[in-house]
């Protein structure tokens, strides 16, 4: 089965540099975009940056010049390179791939991990 396994938050000050983990497994890596996503508390989850199967990158507007999505097809993993982080950036993120079961596509998540900023 699918499984997404998120690592790498933690508590940081404003200013600082987290790299977030995505490990992803049962399905086939390479043939899949991904994306991350980030939930505060009491709002709804909102994209944060996709990459696509052949590595085009697209971000939303908040992180844009400070948060770098990427992947190893050797470790079927993504990854997202948090900079400059502000207290704003603080929520759970989660990494998504939508995977096709016959002719519709199944969204999976992770179980979160959760980042911190402090000011």
């Known amino acids: 089965q699918v499984q997404l396994v998120e690592s790498g938050g933690g508590l940081v000050q404003a200013g600082g540099s987290l790299r977030l983990s995505c490990a992803g497994s049962g399905y086939t890596f390479s043939s899949y975009g991904m994306g991350w996503y980030r939930q505060a508390p009491g709002k709804q989850r909102d994209l944060v940056a996709t990459i696509t199967k052949t590595q085009s990158t697209n971000y939303a507007d908040s992180v844009k010049g400070r948060f770098t999505i990427s992947r190893d097809g050797a470790k079927n993993t993504v990854y997202l390179q948090m900079t400059s982080l502000k207290p704003e950036d603080t929520a759970v993120y989660y990494c998504?791939?939508?995977?096709?079961?016959?002719?519709?596509?199944?969204?999976?998540w992770g179980q979160g991990t959760q980042v911190t900023v402090s000011s």
């Open positions: 998504n791939v939508g995977v096709y079961s016959g002719i519709i596509i199944l969204p999976y």
